[in-house]
């Protein structure tokens, strides 16, 4: 027995892992929402949402929601953290008083005309709360550079620059949300980018070669011009 539980305990797990890739859609390409879910959802769209955002989700008072806004503000990001979104902060109202008022299954069926209307396909199995998490939302030929002005975090080396600074050997930048501002980043890999640091206020002299991460707004689409920094922290003595 002490010889055959663990491959039998193996095989479960890779059993399990593949029936559960079958099922949870991991991008919103491989649909995820259904045709029922989205015509329910355009009636309570029109209820509570289409005064601002239009009839056809193309924007008015509030921003449109379908198209080139739409992906500017949700690339790169989940369908959680858009449902999340939605769910804490709509419907809009200047004092605040109607954010989050309606009920859960409200704002998740609302959530699959939005994929709708950005061509998104259906699939098998309704959007739900717990099944939104992770659904990345990516352009269609796969994730791409965060837009500009998204505020992110990329970890590197430092260097000096002329008379500036830059991250060298840096990381993918990565968006910071909510959920993951206070993420800690000891341990993140490096890898072959680099950024230039604007508008750094602090001295950072005496951290030339070590692990740093800097947050601020990218400069260009996935930072090519750099980083408009708010924080640059040590991580570690070493840059490995
Ligand atoms: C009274 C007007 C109003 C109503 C009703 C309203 N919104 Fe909004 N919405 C806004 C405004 C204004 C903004 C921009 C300010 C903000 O994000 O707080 C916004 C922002 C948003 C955003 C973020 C857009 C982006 O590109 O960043 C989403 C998504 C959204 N609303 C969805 C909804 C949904 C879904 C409903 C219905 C449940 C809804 N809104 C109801 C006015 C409204």
Request: hydrophobic residues 40%.
């Amino acid at each position: 027995m002490r010889y055959l539980g663990l491959p039998f305990i193996i095989y479960l797990v890779v059993i399990g892992t593949t029936i559960g890739a079958a099922q949870a859609p991991r991008s919103v390409w491989d649909g995820a929402y259904t045709d029922a879910q989205a015509a329910r959802g355009r009636i309570l769209y029109a209820a509570n949402c289409a005064e601002c955002h239009g009839a056809s989700l193309q924007g008015g008072e509030g921003p449109a929601l379908a198209g080139e806004t739409f992906w500017t503000s949700w690339r790169e990001q989940t369908v959680g953290d858009l449902l999340g979104h939605v769910s804490k902060n709509m419907p809009f109202s200047e004092d605040g008083s109607l954010a989050g008022t309606l009920p859960m299954s409200t704002y998740v069926d609302i959530v699959a005309p939005i994929l709708r209307s950005n061509d998104l396909p259906t699939g098998t199995a309704e959007l739900a709360q717990p099944s939104a998490v992770g659904v990345r939302i990516i352009a269609k030929d796969g994730p791409g550079e965060l837009p500009a002005t998204t505020l992110a975090r990329v970890v590197g080396c430092l260097e000096k620059a002329g008379s500036g600074w830059r991250l060298v050997k840096a990381s993918r930048p990565e968006r910071v949300t909510p959920a993951n501002q206070n993420a800690t980043v000891a341990a993140a890999p490096l890898g072959d980018a680099s950024f230039n640091l604007m508008f750094v206020l602090t001295r950072l002299d005496k951290y030339v070669g070590w692990k740093m991460t800097a947050t601020g707004a990218l400069i260009g689409e996935g930072g090519v011009d750099g980083i408009n920094v708010t924080t640059v922290t040590p991580v570690a003595q070493q840059c490995e």
